[in-house]
């Protein structure tokens, strides 16, 4: 079983920043790419950034040049540092985890962090 933990979350004034952690723990051999999703109240739920193995990385265009997107050295925990926080990033965030199965894939989600921008 694979477990994902988020901590980091919290809330923050306009122009703030936050890091957002997360750490994946159980039967992994190898996690393909790992990344931040967020969802804000009637909204669907939003890619906001990802990292895959080698270190490629991809943005939401509503987030570049103000969040970095970073994996640890065990490549088995991902770092969101989120700059310039603005009220529209206000949103509950989820770690996400592709990790190979037998064919293809299996995402694997954390149990998600609020984050709170106030004006």
């Known amino acids: 079983q694979v477990q994902l933990l988020e901590s980091g979350g919290g809330l923050v004034q306009a122009g703030g920043s936050l890091r957002l952690s997360c750490a994946a723990s159980?039967?992994?051999?190898?996690?393909?790419?790992m990344g931040w999703f967020r969802q804000a109240p009637g909204k669907q739920r939003e890619l906001v950034a990802t990292?895959?193995?080698?270190?490629?990385?991809n943005y939401a265009d509503s987030v570049k040049g103000r969040f970095t997107i970073s994996r640890g050295d065990a490549k088995n925990t991902v770092y969101l540092q989120m700059n310039s926080l603005k009220p529209e990033d206000t949103a509950v965030y989820y770690c996400?985890?592709?990790?190979?199965?037998?064919?293809?894939?299996?995402?694997?989600w954390g149990q998600g962090t609020q984050v709170t921008v106030s004006s």
């Open positions: 996400n985890a592709k990790i190979p199965i037998v064919i293809g894939t299996r995402d694997y």
């Open positions: 990292i895959t193995r080698g270190g490629s990385t």
């Open positions: 159980g039967s992994i051999l190898t996690i393909n790419a």
